[in-house]
Structure formats: structure tokens, C-alpha cells
């Protein structure tokens, strides 16, 4: 008899185990990309009480790598996977899948007692490249230029770097920090200093430049007249499925467009 019920209660507690899981959504990657995942996944999970949904940054190199190495069900990036992390992902047996869920346009911006108002690309990258030091290289006032990056690791660094370095490397004396929110706090506390960020993070605590004449604007980036536009995405391996695929429905449906919008970014539909 005593067997009998030390049998029943030890399958009782592992019923109840089973019963009491709790099906997770792991998302990690840009930071650019993580308001709208914290954003989306918070209300997510409002509507599906069932399913834990966890969010963190890290960069969009981490959330790809994440998915290649399958510690991550989503990765964010701001960036398209590189045909390195592309090949690397054929080897281990997986099918990177991308999702566009948002645009976003990277915006340059200053410190506020800079009026400049404006910069081309070419003066952009001679700024990034070291070749321009002084404001007053441009027309501004006569002060050293501070320039400010992100992170080898950031897909913002890397559109940045594509889109207006051409093949030219940031000046190794540059300021690399590892968030958008990271940059405007420099920037705004530095007499001197530019820097860029992801079109969400824009705030009145810093002045932004228009780039070859043109002020960046959710119509700018929408239609690609915004100079340095690009899309977000979030990576998974292969076609979602379960939680996963809802959570990305969701993200890609009206409301979870509308939370993009709210988050400062550019709807996909």
C-alpha cells in the first residue's frame, strides 16, 4: 500500500511538471530592433497568458549567431546576415529564414549648441574617416570633431558603414559604444561631438542633420529618398512554427504594426 502511494504521488508531481510548462519564445540581438521585440512580446503575451516571451539586446551579430547556434528562437538584426554567417549556417544544418518587420533610416546627429544643419555623404565619411577634424572644415564653428560610433558588433555600424564609408574605416580614435541610447547620451554631453543612431532613438536632446539635403522622415525612409535607409529584421531557423510563428504574425499583423509606429518606427505595410 505504501508503495502504491509513493508511486502515485512521485506520477502526480511529474503530471503536474509537465502540465505546469510554460512554452518559451527566446529573442536576443539588435538593439535597434529591441523596443519593437520588448514592445510586440509584451503585448503578446497579454493575449497569450500560455507562452513566456524573453527579450535582450546584445547586438544584431548576437542574435544571428544565436540562431546558428540555437540558443536564441528569434534573432534581431538591423542588418542582413553577412554571406559568412550565411555559410557558416548551411554547414551547422541551418536555414536562416528572414522576416522583415519594420524600416528604420539612421539619423546623424549633434550636440545642441552645433547648427551646422546639414552634411553630405563624402563630408560624412571624411568625418568617420579622420580626414575632416575641425567644424569649421564644414562652415560650423572652430572646434575639434568628436566622433562618436557604435560597436563592431552593431547592424546600425554596419549600414553605417556601407552605406556611407565606402570601404573606409572609422578612425580607430573613435568613441565605440554598444547602444543607440549609449550614443545620444554622448553626444549630447560632448561640445563637438556626431554621432548616428536608429531613427526611433531620436530625441530632442541632440540636433539631426539633414544628409545630402535631406532631413530624415518616415516617408524619406519608406521610399528609400532618405540616404541612409534600411530595413529590420528578425532571423529564425527555417519557417516558424508554434509560438514562434505566432509571436512573428503578430509582429507583422496591423497591431503589431501599429506598436512599430508607436515605437518611433516604419510600418512594412
Not at 511538471?17 to 510586440?40: F, M, N, Y
Not at 540555437?70 to 522576416?99: P, Y
Not at 534600411?230 to 505566432?246: A, H
Request: aromatic share 6%; net charge neutral.
Amino acid at each position: 500500500m505504501k508503495k502504491l502511494l509513493v508511486l502515485f504521488s512521485l506520477g502526480a508531481l511529474t503530471f503536474m511538471g509537465c502540465k505546469g510548462e510554460i512554452p518559451k519564445v527566446t529573442i536576443a540581438g539588435s538593439t535597434t530592433v529591441l523596443p519593437i521585440a520588448q514592445a510586440t512580446a509584451e503585448s503578446f503575451m497579454q493575449e497569450h497568458s500560455e507562452v513566456d516571451v524573453s527579450v535582450r539586446g546584445g547586438g544584431s551579430s548576437v542574435g544571428i549567431v544565436g540562431i546558428i547556434e540555437g540558443t536564441v528562437d528569434i534573432g534581431d538584426a538591423s542588418r542582413e546576415a553577412k554571406s559568412k554567417e550565411m555559410e557558416k549556417a548551411r554547414a551547422e544544418g541551418v536555414e536562416l529564414v528572414k522576416h522583415i518587420v519594420a524600416f528604420d533610416g539612421i539619423a546623424i546627429v549633434v550636440d545642441k549648441s552645433n547648427d551646422i544643419g546639414q552634411i553630405s555623404r563624402a563630408d560624412l565619411q571624411g568625418v568617420y574617416c579622420g580626414k575632416i577634424i575641425n567644424w569649421k572644415e564644414l562652415g560650423g564653428i572652430d572646434k575639434k570633431i568628436v566622433v562618436v560610433s557604435r560597436d563592431a558588433s552593431s547592424g546600425t555600424f554596419e549600414t553605417f558603414v556601407e552605406k556611407v564609408m565606402q570601404k573606409e574605416k572609422v578612425v580607430a580614435s573613435s568613441l565605440k559604444l554598444g547602444s543607440n541610447n549609449a550614443v545620444v547620451s554622448s553626444v549630447k554631453s560632448t561640445p563637438g561631438a556626431i554621432g548616428y543612431i536608429g531613427y526611433g532613438y531620436i530625441n530632442d536632446e541632440v540636433n539631426v542633420l539633414k544628409v545630402d539635403g535631406v532631413m530624415i522622415t518616415k516617408s524619406g525612409i519608406k521610399s528609400g529618398l532618405y540616404p541612409i535607409s534600411r530595413s529590420l529584421q528578425m532571423y529564425t531557423n527555417g519557417l516558424p512554427t508554434g509560438m514562434n510563428g505566432k509571436y512573428l504574425d503578430f509582429v507583422k499583423s496591423p497591431a503589431g504594426q501599429k506598436i512599430v509606429a508607436e515605437q518611433g518606427f516604419v510600418e512594412i505595410n
